[in-house]
């Protein structure tokens, strides 16, 4: 089969033929329709630092994927060949306290195919069946294939009341427009997303009801003030993974508002404490996706009239895959969705 691999420790990624897994008894085999390219794809692509020691060479890359099952291990009840799917990428185990609990996603021995196991990136994925989640008719590959971001940004934006709360978003990526999406879905009352970027805030407007910042221009305080909102936003999602950005939130927010962090600085990021101590302030941290609540919530969503296709701004045949690439490194893209077909 065709796979996209990291097959030497050194930039780029490679087109090479591999063997179609072998599945175990508790998995399946999924046909790969659709793939999405994450961040993560690009620092695997970019060989960094944190790729250099986490990635295994060589491996097939990617784990944002939307395709159908066309072989069932013997233990696996309940899905059917040429069911459509996309699925769970972190592969988890099943003895830690929190697993054993049902928290599946905050088990520490979480695997992530793609970046420690074989990855979507090829014509056909091994999957546990347990990660399998089937998709409805209703839901396009397209949108099967950015399930897992759209899951992050769910989790997050999920993470606290947003009914009737002034939300901000800090960074107008895909995660944090998807997630501005979101607040204003389930009810928010005004959402505001802010970036540097304006590209980005250009397709955040386009993509949901939101108010784009470019905090290179505007000051927060003015667009406050011009939504006559008392002291500040009640909620901030923070997607950027800048410390300006978080700075900025942290002034921006009322007295006793709630952060959830998704975006990752790129290393130790100081904190002004004594800021968050008196507006006692409650922030906290956000990984993946919870299992599989987050994956009900999502696709309920998207069948209740969540719209969020206008995030894909590429899609290329994976032949093009180099495109597909160059297309997420711009900085100024939405998702890039690859065809496997
Ligand atoms: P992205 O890099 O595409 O988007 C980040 C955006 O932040 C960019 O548009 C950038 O211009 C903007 N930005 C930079 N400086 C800013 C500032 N001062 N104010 C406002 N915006 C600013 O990332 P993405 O793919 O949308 O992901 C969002 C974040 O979430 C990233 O940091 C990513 O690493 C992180 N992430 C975390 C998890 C997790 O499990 N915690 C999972 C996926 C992604
Ligand atoms: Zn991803």
Not at 46 to 57: C, G, L, M, Q, Y
Not at 177 to 205: E, F, K, Q, S
Not at 207 to 235: H, W
Not at 238 to 261: F, H, K, P, T
């Amino acid at each position: 089969m065709k796979a996209l691999v990291k097959a030497k420790p050194e930039e780029g990624l490679w087109m090479e033929h591999h063997p179609v897994p072998e599945i175990g008894p508790d998995d399946v085999l999924i046909r790969i329709h659709k793939t999405g390219i994450c961040g993560t794809d690009i620092h695997i692509w970019n060989w960094d630092e944190w790729a250099a020691k986490t990635v295994p060479v060589p491996l097939i890359t990617g784990h944002e994927f939307a395709g159908e099952i066309v072989e069932l291990g013997k233990n696996v009840e309940g899905l059917t060949i040429g069911q459509r799917c996309s699925g769970e990428g972190h592969l988890i185990g099943k003895t830690s306290r929190q697993s054993r609990a049902g928290k599946f996603h905050l088990d520490p021995a979480t695997r992530g195919i793609g970046v420690n196991e074989q990855g979507a990136f090829a014509e056909y994925l091994r999957l546990p069946a347990f990660n399998v989640v089937p998709l409805p008719d209703e839901i396009s590959d397209d949108i099967g294939a950015i399930l897992d971001p759209l899951g992050n940004a769910v989790h997050t934006a999920l993470s606290f009341d947003l009914v009737g709360e002034d939300v901000l978003v800090t960074g107008a990526g895909p995660i944090g427009i998807m997630a501005a999406a979101v607040a204003r879905h389930v009810g928010a009352r005004h959402v505001v997303i802010t970036d540097v970027n304006p590209d980005r805030l250009a397709l955040a407007g386009r993509v949901a009801d939101v108010r784009p910042v470019n905090v290179l221009e505007e000051e927060l305080s003015d667009v406050i003030e011009s939504f006559k909102m008392k002291q500040g936003f009640d909620v901030g999602l923070e997607m950027s993974g800048n410390q300006a950005a978080l700075d900025q939130m942290v002034e921006a927010l009322v007295m006793g508002g709630r952060i959830a962090l998704l975006g990752i600085p790129p290393g130790k990021s100081p904190v002004d404490w004594s800021r968050i101590v008196f507006k006692a302030i409650t922030i906290k941290g956000v990984y993946g996706r919870e299992i599989f609540e987050t994956w009900y919530k999502m696709i309920a969503m998207l069948q209740n009239g969540l719209d969020v296709s206008g995030v894909i701004t590429h899609r290329f045949h994976v032949d093009d895959f180099r495109e597909g690439f160059a297309a997420m490194k711009s900085g100024s893209s939405g998702k890039v969705v690859l065809d496997w077909g």
